[in-house]
């Protein structure tokens, strides 16, 4: 590579494509591979090669080989489609480590390409398992939470059933934390088929009665919508009603026979309007 620094990352250069390692360890894409791939063509046809790939120096020479691919294996093979034989490359510091090419590779991928769940839970995996890398390090990779890498994590632990409605999109995350409480995998199954149906609060009702063994309680409600009027709910205010209008019919015929008018047009106003709030229409009672 021409023009190289003494430190950190290069500035792009022309490489021969036929001196780059493709490490095939590191998990690639699945969906979308070929589609992508062809449309890269035609954009490298139209414009050329705009965005560089990201290699590594390799401390001696492996069979023939200079770099280690780090990102862009879908633009080298777009070039040797089109019949490029060199590709423009950023190389970083020979010195980097595994976790720092892993890092590097998200950085460059991830934020870009629309990973599938179980593309995601792959890649996690491999940072977990072949990097060594802590769930909050690979948090931190993928600019992420701890709980996003946690829902990953348990979903490679899963059935195959379930992995494959998840990455069709039949049910999401929230399902699949759900569906681990459950230990026996022919139950998990079967509790699948709900869960493409039930939306998450409904489904962890269902998954509850199956773990405890217990049908889950109704949910109480308003006391004032479900509960139904008894006779002695009715009977004491509408004796209470009628005994305050006789007293206020009293006092309106008293009224009207000191001829005063304004406060028998008061009074009759009130028994109105007990009158219809008690629903007492049809009481014999002077209103």
Not at 43 to 56: F, Y
Not at 82 to 87: D, E, S
Request: proline content about 3%; hydrophobic content about 35%.
């Amino acid at each position: 590579m021409s023009e190289k620094k003494k430190t950190g990352a290069q500035a792009a250069s022309m490489v021969a494509i036929s001196s780059i390692l493709i490490p095939g360890n590191v998990p690639n894409r699945d969906t979308g591979w070929e589609k992508q791939l062809n449309e890269l063509v035609e954009s490298i046809k139209a414009n050329g090669q705009v965005q560089p790939i990201l290699v590594s120096a390799l401390s001696t020479s492996q069979d023939g080989f200079e770099y280690e691919l780090v990102a862009g294996q879908r633009r080298i093979e777009a070039l040797k489609k089109i019949g490029h034989n060199t590709v423009k490359a950023v190389c970083i510091a020979a010195k980097a480590t595994k976790k720092n090419k892993f890092g590097a590779h998200i950085a460059e991928n991830f934020g870009r390409q629309d990973y599938t769940p179980m593309e995601q839970a792959t890649l996690v995996k491999y940072a977990i398992e072949e990097l060594g890398m802590t769930q909050q390090e690979v948090a931190a990779t993928f600019g992420m939470t701890a709980g996003w890498v946690s829902q990953r994590v348990t979903a490679l632990k899963q059935p195959k059933e379930v992995q494959k409605s998840l990455e069709e999109g039949d049910i999401n995350f929230t399902h699949v934390r759900e569906i681990s409480r459950v230990k026996d995998d022919e139950e998990k199954k079967k509790l699948l088929k709900h869960a493409k149906k039930e939306d998450a609060s409904t489904f962890k009702e269902r998954v509850d009665e199956v773990v405890t063994g217990k049908k889950p309680r109704k949910k109480a409600k308003k006391a004032a919508e479900t509960a139904a009027p008894t006779k002695s709910d009715n009977v004491r205010p509408k004796k209470d009603a009628l005994a305050m209008m006789k007293k206020l019919d009293k006092a309106q015929a008293a009224a009207a026979k000191d001829e005063k008018k304004e406060r028998v047009a008061h009074l009759s106003g009130i028994l109105r309007g007990i009158s219809w709030a008690y629903k007492l229409n049809g009481a014999n009672i002077k209103v």
